[in-house]
């Protein structure tokens, strides 16, 4: 079996953002598990993330030159988990709680990840 961190960042690598869903109750979990952890169910499948998400909070990191700030977020998803990721595309400070944003796949270094941008 595979780790599901694993099995998740493989799926990201091939451009997909996924995530995990009940077959039994229907609710979608993320960050990636063995199970759900309201109710313990096991049955967990991968499906695609609707990318689809409103900024719950957000902070910035200020760096010394300006240019080179960044937000870290709390993303809601439209299926009902949080993830912490960042949102891209905007200056810092006009991220703000509610902004309506969308899921995208980067990859820095050699690594994939999902960052979101204005909707």
Do not use: C
């Not at 799926?11 to 979608?28: C, D, K, N, P, V």
């Not at 009902?80 to 995208?104: C, E, H, K, T, W």
């Amino acid at each position: 079996m595979i780790h599901p961190e694993m099995e998740w960042r493989a799926h990201l690598a091939e451009g997909r953002f996924m995530i995990q869903r009940s077959r039994s109750t229907g609710g979608y979990v993320f960050y990636p598990r063995i199970a759900e952890p309201r109710t313990g169910a096991e049955d967990l499948e991968w499906v695609n993330a609707s990318g689809r998400g409103a900024v719950h909070a957000v902070t910035v990191v200020r760096k010394k030159d300006p240019a080179d700030s960044y937000t870290v977020a709390l993303i809601d998803l439209a299926e009902g988990p949080r993830m912490m990721s960042r949102v891209d595309g905007l200056a810092p400070d006009a991220v703000v709680i509610g902004l309506p944003v969308q899921a995208r796949i980067v990859t820095e270094g050699d690594q994939p990840l999902v960052v979101f941008v204005p909707a």
